[in-house]
């Protein structure tokens, strides 16, 4: 006997005669029995187990196909993870911000001279530290739908301030949005020389959302990183011989060059101060001398505008009466573009004068507070001291921090399934539909054809079995027009008449019809009974397991349905799970979302079978006994 699959290894272990199992050779069979079936489970289980492995990681960990990922039970890994997260998995950015040499995620580890002091000592400058100096962070490829937590809370924020009310947000930001789960923080680059946020009502919602974050969702912006940054690609790219030549010192590294308040070192080396200062240090990072630069503005505005104050005063949306009048500008109040910003980052550029140019960074203010409060100056590495700050957060947060991973990316799956559309409603239906549907028509006619002595029986049956041997896909084009036709797209009957009847349910059925005791029906022809009578009081109580079998693979059919459903339910609002779960991933959302949602997917046809196993598996057996 030729074994295909553990249904013949159940039906082999069923046939065997209780007489003589107690013999070696019976016992060696059960046991190499028992062995096939514990290793076609392991064939099972595992990649299931890989797949939930799989959807409770990010990009840092999505590639190891660990059934138990790393960070649950690895310090580093947790921080691998947090700053993945936090600096959105750009490995330019957490070098620079941490002053390392990183190349790939993977290669954050611990920092080896990290000490709680220096944790506690950024913590508490950074919580005085201006707003342009810092940037929010957390907000890892939201554009792609993957898991953020900044976005998580402003959208929670904004569903407050405008009590959840989508309309009056739409209204009051001038945009069209259909939930909040579409709306994302206005676009920041607080590096750039000339950037500034602009006044519109949803900048100043962010500013004020951003008030109500915790300081570990903050990134800080230096000068030093952008200052090599700029001698690196631009001033001498990539020749630190070059720089150390026209300097005169021996650096070994870009990223050993600090940027000074001041201009210092020799000519070349304070050219290159002034040029980054004034094209290239974001302008709020500046200070301005207003009694050394008001003169030189005055004069510069006269010369730019040819004299006309008209003109000035109406670019500038000013009533001055000379030029004289013209105020030093308050980059706090300057507009996010127009003419007087122009007019300002024209002025730093050419006109300013040197003496009356401080660069003001993030690494002159910690150099200063640590000067105040008597730390060590070795402490004086913003890139060191960012990393501890993060790095005790993470040994102090782990527990959060891990069970924030493990469900991240269910949650972003669930609220995506829930408020799009109608998915679960529509799935629900269908497979209930579907269930009735498969469960009233394959039965009668298979009764029909077991019952009644049909000389044409044989033909029907035979055209049933034919439609088993094409594929689904050959009839999805002539259903889609037969569908069309009638006026059926974009409805339930469109998803459930195509699939009311199924040749090999009904042949399966009126096989185990057949196999019934005739005296059963004899004995109810001779009480008068009606067939209908017949079938209710005696073919559906010995066919239950037989049913469940059907009922069970109308439902997995149903639930699983997504080429069809897609092609005759083209409405997003008839859209069912599997629909929408494939609009998921083919909007962008990585892997490991898409393998959170499968598992989900998976979730109720796994709940079906545990629940009804007893009786499929009297549905696989008792047909083979027939």
Same mark, same amino acid.
């Given at each position: 006997?030729?074994?295909?699959?553990?249904?013949?290894?159940?039906?082999?272990?069923?046939?065997?005669?209780?007489?003589?199992?107690?013999?070696?050779?019976?016992?060696?069979?059960?046991?190499?029995?028992?062995?096939?079936?514990?290793?076609?489970?392991?064939?099972?289980?595992?990649?299931?187990?890989?797949?939930?492995?799989?959807?409770?990681?990010?990009?840092?960990?999505?590639?190891?196909?660990?059934?138990?990922?790393?960070?649950?039970?690895?310090?580093?890994?947790?921080?691998?993870?947090?700053?993945?997260?936090?600096?959105?998995?750009?490995?330019?950015?957490?070098?620079?911000?941490?002053?390392?040499?990183?190349?790939?995620?993977?290669?954050?580890?611990?920092?080896?001279?990290?000490?709680?002091?220096?944790?506690?000592?950024?913590?508490?400058?950074?919580?005085?530290?201006?707003?342009?100096?810092?940037?929010?962070?957390?907000?890892?490829?939201?554009?792609?739908?993957?898991?953020?937590?900044?976005?998580?809370?402003?959208?929670?924020?904004?569903?407050?301030?405008?009590?959840?009310?989508?309309?009056?947000?739409?209204?009051?930001?001038?945009?069209?949005?259909?939930?909040?789960?579409?709306?994302?923080?206005?676009?920041?680059?607080?590096?750039?020389?000339?950037?500034?946020?602009?006044?519109?009502?949803?900048?100043?919602?962010?500013?004020?959302?951003?008030?109500?974050?915790?300081?570990?969702?903050?990134?800080?912006?230096?000068?030093?990183?952008?200052?090599?940054?700029?001698?690196?690609?631009?001033?001498?790219?990539?020749?630190?011989?070059?720089?150390?030549?026209?300097?005169?010192?021996?650096?070994?590294?870009?990223?050993?060059?600090?940027?000074?308040?001041?201009?210092?070192?020799?000519?070349?080396?304070?050219?290159?101060?002034?040029?980054?200062?004034?094209?290239?240090?974001?302008?709020?990072?500046?200070?301005?001398?207003?009694?050394?630069?008001?003169?030189?503005?005055?004069?510069?505005?006269?010369? &730019? !505008?040819?004299?006309? @104050? *008209?003109?000035?005063?109406?670019?500038? /949306? =000013? #009533?001055? %009466?000379?030029?004289?009048?013209?105020?030093?500008?308050?980059?706090?109040?300057?507009?996010?573009?127009?003419?007087?910003?122009?007019?300002?980052?024209?002025?730093?550029?050419?006109?300013?004068?040197?003496?009356?140019?401080?660069?003001?960074?993030?690494?002159? &203010? !910690?150099?200063?507070? @640590? *000067?105040?409060?008597?730390?060590?100056? /070795? =402490? #004086?590495? %913003?890139?060191?001291?960012?990393?501890?700050?993060?790095?005790?957060?993470?040994?102090?947060?782990?527990?959060?921090?891990?069970?924030?991973?493990?469900?991240?990316?269910?949650?972003?799956?669930?609220?995506?399934?829930?408020?799009?559309?109608?998915?679960?409603?529509?799935?629900?239906?269908?497979? *209930?539909?579907?269930?009735?549907?498969?469960?009233?028509?394959?039965?009668?006619?298979?009764?029909?054809?077991?019952?009644?002595?049909?000389?044409?029986?044989?033909?029907?049956?035979?055209?049933?079995?034919?439609?088993?041997?094409?594929?689904?896909?050959?009839?999805?084009?002539?259903?889609?027009?037969?569908?069309?036709?009638?006026?059926?797209?974009?409805?339930?009957?469109?998803?459930?008449?195509?699939?009311?009847?199924?040749?090999?349910?009904?042949?399966?059925?009126?096989?185990?019809?057949?196999?019934?005791?005739?005296?059963?029906?004899?004995?109810?022809?001779?009480?008068?009974?009606?067939?209908?009578?017949?079938?209710?009081?005696?073919?559906?109580?010995?066919?239950?397991?037989?049913?469940?079998?059907?009922?069970?693979?109308?439902?997995?059919?149903?639930?699983?349905?997504?080429?069809?459903?897609?092609?005759?339910?083209?409405?997003?609002?008839?859209?069912?799970?599997?629909?929408?779960?494939?609009?998921?991933?083919?909007?962008?959302?990585?892997?490991?979302?898409?393998?959170?949602?499968?598992?989900?997917?998976?979730?109720?046809?796994?709940?079906?079978?545990?629940?009804?196993?007893?009786?499929?598996?009297?549905?696989?057996?008792?047909?083979?006994?027939?």
């Amino acid at each position: 006997m030729l074994l295909r699959s553990p249904r013949d290894i159940i039906v082999l272990m069923a046939l065997i005669p209780v007489v003589g199992r107690r013999s070696r050779k019976i016992k060696l069979l059960y046991a190499a029995l028992y062995l096939v079936l514990s290793l076609g489970a392991v064939t099972m289980i595992y990649p299931l187990l890989v797949m939930l492995g799989a959807s409770v990681t990010s990009q840092y960990d999505n590639q190891s196909y660990q059934i138990v990922p790393a960070y649950l039970s690895s310090d580093k890994a947790l921080l691998g993870k947090y700053v993945e997260d936090k600096f959105s998995a750009n490995v330019a950015t957490i070098n620079t911000t941490y002053g390392a040499n990183i190349a790939s995620l993977q290669d954050v580890k611990p920092p080896k001279a990290a000490d709680v002091r220096t944790a506690a000592d950024w913590n508490a400058f950074f919580a005085g530290v201006p707003s342009q100096y810092k940037l929010a962070g957390f907000a890892a490829g939201t554009a792609s739908y993957s898991p953020s937590a900044l976005l998580d809370r402003y959208q929670a924020f904004l569903s407050r301030k405008f009590h959840g009310d989508i309309t009056a947000l739409d209204k009051a930001y001038t945009q069209e949005d259909n939930t909040f789960l579409a709306i994302f923080p206005p676009f920041e680059q607080p590096g750039k020389h000339a950037w500034l946020p602009d006044s519109s009502l949803k900048s100043r919602d962010w500013a004020e959302f951003e008030k109500t974050l915790p300081l570990n969702f903050f990134i800080g912006i230096g000068g030093n990183s952008l200052y090599n940054h700029w001698l690196k690609e631009d001033a001498y790219p990539g020749k630190i011989d070059d720089l150390n030549k026209a300097w005169g010192t021996t650096y070994k590294d870009f990223g050993e060059i600090a940027l000074a308040p001041l201009p210092e070192g020799n000519p070349a080396r304070r050219k290159d101060w002034e040029k980054f200062v004034r094209t290239k240090l974001p302008i709020r990072f500046l200070v301005v001398d207003s009694a050394m630069a008001l003169p030189a503005y005055c004069k510069f505005i006269q010369v &730019r !505008y040819k004299g006309d @104050l *008209a003109d000035y005063n109406k670019q500038h /949306a =000013s #009533a001055l %009466i000379s030029f004289e009048q013209v105020p030093l500008p308050n980059v706090s109040e300057l507009p996010s573009q127009g003419a007087p910003l122009l007019d300002w980052t024209d002025f730093l550029k050419f006109a300013a004068p040197l003496t009356a140019l401080r660069a003001d960074t993030l690494e002159t &203010r !910690y150099q200063s507070y @640590l *000067a105040a409060h008597g730390a060590p100056s /070795a =402490s #004086a590495d %913003i890139g060191a001291a960012i990393f501890a700050s993060d790095w005790e957060y993470v040994k102090s947060h782990p527990s959060e921090l891990r069970m924030d991973y493990l469900t991240r990316n269910y949650k972003l799956v669930i609220n995506y399934i829930l408020l799009h559309g109608n998915a679960v409603w529509n799935t629900i239906l269908f497979c *209930a539909l579907s269930v009735i549907t498969a469960l009233i028509v394959n039965p009668l006619c298979a009764y029909a054809l077991s019952r009644f002595n049909l000389s044409y029986g044989n033909s029907i049956l035979l055209f049933l079995l034919t439609t088993m041997a094409f594929p689904a896909e050959v009839t999805l084009i002539p259903n889609f027009l037969l569908l069309k036709d009638l006026n059926l797209l974009n409805t339930f009957w469109a998803l459930v008449l195509p699939a009311a009847a199924s040749g090999y349910a009904i042949f399966l059925m009126k096989g185990f019809f057949d196999s019934l005791p005739r005296e059963l029906y004899e004995a109810g022809t001779l009480d008068g009974a009606t067939e209908m009578r017949m079938f209710a009081s005696i073919t559906l109580p010995l066919s239950r397991p037989i049913f469940a079998v059907i009922a069970l693979d109308a439902f997995r059919a149903a639930y699983s349905a997504f080429m069809f459903a897609l092609l005759v339910c083209q409405s997003p609002k008839m859209w069912t799970m599997m629909v929408w779960i494939y609009e998921l991933g083919s909007s962008g959302a990585p892997q490991y979302v898409t393998m959170a949602a499968l598992t989900l997917a998976a979730i109720p046809t796994l709940l079906i079978f545990i629940f009804a196993q007893n009786t499929i598996m009297k549905g696989i057996i008792v047909p083979s006994y027939k």
